[in-house]
């Protein structure tokens, strides 16, 4: 059964699961912010001592302004946003957020950048990167499978539909290998609408043979799951970590879009490793 956590979370006050009144010029004051550590807490995580670094990568694909004379501009948007924040942002706020700039006229895609990375930034606490490039500039996406091993097609049995990090443990026998595992299964739901989130989720690590068939279920696991992207992708990471002891992890989620922007959150032990540039072809 899923059902919403009763204790707080940080997002009883944001705009999801309620009408909202569209704006269509520069509204910054719709961005909302959630402080992570209300939910990092429950991982038994202290702000200053993460055990991981990362980023929220957000690709954004309606976003449009006018220019000075009035004609409208179209473009794709990326925001970095850094794990090491205080804070996220609600999804639905920064779309109408976004949407807020379909009637602003701009001198230029460079002014709609900077006051992109202003604000998210002082949302989220820290320096988020920002690019922003009109599709007359014929932006390209790349939509691929990670180089690895699909956990997919193993024959398992599982009727577990919230999180079991007992799922999760090493091989009894092998030495240490470097490899990457990947499941398209990770389904868990909005932590405020319940509504579902789909994804890819990828567990790139250097140690002992991690069990396939005990890490799928524990993807499969995430399904009645209620929570944020970020914070599953961080509830994933500490599990692995924890059960497993490698030597490095690096775990990222490749979240399919919802109105019109798609999440995809990246942790990892060290600063070195790095996800995949590819999209999951669902997105």
């Given at each position: 059964?899923?059902?919403?956590p ?5 997002a ?8 909202v ?17 209300l939910?990092?807490?429950?991982l ?19 976003l ?11 473009a ?36 709609v950048?900077?006051?992109i ?12 990167a ?8 014929r ?12 956990l ?19 091989a ?8 990457t ?15 579902p989130?789909w ?8 140690g ?12 499969v ?18 599990d ?13 989620a ?8 798609d ?15 590819e999209m999951?072809?669902?997105?």
């Amino acid at each position: 059964m899923n059902t919403i956590p009763d204790r707080p979370h940080g997002a009883e006050a944001s705009p999801l699961g309620r009408a909202v009144a569209y704006r269509d010029t520069y509204a910054p004051e719709l961005l909302f912010p959630i402080d992570r550590q209300l939910k990092r807490a429950e991982l038994g995580l202290q702000a200053g001592a993460l055990p991981f670094v990362g980023e929220d990568l957000w690709n954004a694909y309606e976003l449009s302004w006018l220019d000075p004379r009035g004609k409208p501009v179209v473009a794709l948007g990326r925001f970095r946003v850094p794990a090491s924040t205080p804070r996220l942002v609600e999804s639905k706020s920064l779309k109408l957020y976004l949407n807020s700039f379909n009637q602003q006229r701009f001198a230029s895609a460079d002014g709609v950048r900077d006051a992109i990375a202003r604000d998210l930034s002082a949302a989220a606490g820290g320096t988020v990167a920002v690019d922003v490039v009109p599709l007359a500039l014929r932006p390209q996406r790349l939509a691929a499978y990670p180089e690895g091993v699909c956990l997919d097609t193993l024959d398992i049995d599982i009727d577990t539909y919230q999180p079991e990090p007992a799922f999760l443990r090493v091989a009894d026998d092998g030495g240490e290998v470097g490899e990457t595992l990947y499941s398209h299964l990770l389904k868990s739901n909005c932590l405020v609408t319940g509504q579902p989130d789909w994804g890819m989720l990828v567990v790139r690590y250097r140690g002992r043979p991690i069990d396939r068939a005990g890490l799928l279920r524990y993807i499969v696991s995430f399904r009645g799951h209620n929570e944020f992207h970020e914070q599953c992708v961080e509830r994933v990471f500490c599990d692995i970590l924890a059960r497993c002891r490698l030597a490095e992890l690096a775990v990222w989620a490749r979240y399919t879009r919802r109105g019109g922007l798609d999440i995809n959150p990246f942790r990892a032990t060290h600063a070195g490793l790095r996800a995949g540039e590819e999209m999951e072809v669902r997105q």
